[in-house]
């Protein structure tokens, strides 16, 4: 697209759990409620926390000129969308029915709301950021009617793991449909897209709108400077070396005085073990056993993918085998 046209994405995802880019997966998610709800993973390209997506949350994503870019332009869009017909959702004690935080969040006073104070903010939706080279997008979610109990997924903060990725800042959250039962019925797929492209239109003049589907991922375009396709991108996103190895470096530390170790005969082991990862690769591997054997194998961990000793939440990416003794595996199973 031209470098300053605007442009508005509104979408939907099936059931996923979405990381930042900056993001270590791995203390972000808990991959086994992951497995058992057979929620998967993707890593996205902005920056920002942690998210659920489910078909009750809706999704934007505002992208402009990096020289016109203010952070709080489509937030603010967002929120008179939600004040205006179809939807007008009612103010609250003083306040406007959605409004932005000062993270730039949109939120709403609890249904149970005695008054407009802090105690009672609840958040509707998250942003993310990112600017690359003259464009830039600002992209977030809306809970309209989302599976709350499904968000236990993103609780995940393993004390064992150490990194200096960005970590999701928790809020509580509500559901608009909750927040405004009496205007449910007007919260509708339909009615959001025509409320924010009427203040999309507002705000940057008359524009058309278009359906995408599937077959948009093999259309092809020149931004000025270079061809792309949006395939290229969508399987380079759908591999290990995004999901995973694109993953800030980190450090494990486990031991047997949190986890027993026992061997075939019952006979408690100890083991005290410090993983190093870089690019989502065990890089470096640290040993203290009073089991010659499990010190071994657990040397013979080094250059092995993390998702290959530690519990891998479902994605579209392969499982990888890496030779580990049985003893170790299992351990490291109930450990990481």
């Not at 808990?30 to 942690?50: F, I, K």
């Not at 559901?175 to 705000?203: C, G, K, M, S, Y």
Request: charged share 20%; glycine share 4%.
């Amino acid at each position: 697209m031209p470098i300053d046209t605007p442009a508005c994405f509104l979408y939907v995802n099936e059931p996923c759990i979405v990381v930042g880019r900056n993001q270590n997966l791995w203390n972000e998610v808990d991959p086994h409620a992951m497995r058992a709800n057979h929620v998967p993973v993707v890593r996205r390209l902005s920056g920002g926390g942690a998210v659920y997506h489910d078909s009750g949350n809706m999704n934007f994503s505002f992208h402009t000129s990096k020289t016109n870019f203010v952070r709080a332009t489509h937030t603010d869009l967002i929120t008179r969308a939600l004040s205006a017909p179809p939807i007008a959702l009612p103010s609250r004690f003083g306040r406007a029915p959605v409004f932005r935080t000062e993270r730039n969040d949109l939120a709403v006073l609890d249904v149970g709301a005695t008054d407009a104070s802090d105690a009672y903010v609840r958040k509707v939706s998250g942003s993310a950021y990112k600017l690359a080279n003259r464009r830039a997008y600002h992209h977030g979610t809306l809970l309209l009617a989302a599976d709350l109990q499904r968000m236990s997924m993103l609780k995940q903060r393993r004390t064992h793991i150490e990194s200096k990725a960005v970590a999701s800042v928790p809020s509580p959250v509500a559901n608009l449909v909750d927040t405004f039962p009496a205007h449910a019925q007007r919260l509708t797929w339909p009615n959001l897209v025509d409320a924010i492209h009427a203040e999309f239109e507002r705000t940057y003049g008359s524009s058309k709108r278009i359906d995408v589907d599937n077959s948009f991922l093999d259309a092809q375009a020149s931004d000025g400077r270079r061809d792309v396709c949006v395939r290229t991108r969508y399987e380079e996103m759908r591999g290990w070396d995004w999901l995973y190895g694109s993953s800030p470096p980190f450090t494990v530390r486990v031991s047997t005085q949190d986890v027993p170790f026992s061997d075939v005969d019952d006979v408690h082991v100890a083991v005290s073990l410090h993983l190093s990862c870089v690019h989502g690769i065990i890089e470096h591997v640290d040993v203290c056993s009073s089991d010659t054997r499990v010190a071994e194998a657990a040397h013979a961990l080094a250059g092995a993918p993390y998702d290959t000793v530690a519990c891998a939440p479902p994605s579209c990416v392969l499982p990888r085998n890496w030779n580990i003794d049985n003893r170790l595996r299992e351990w490291l199973a109930r450990a990481l």
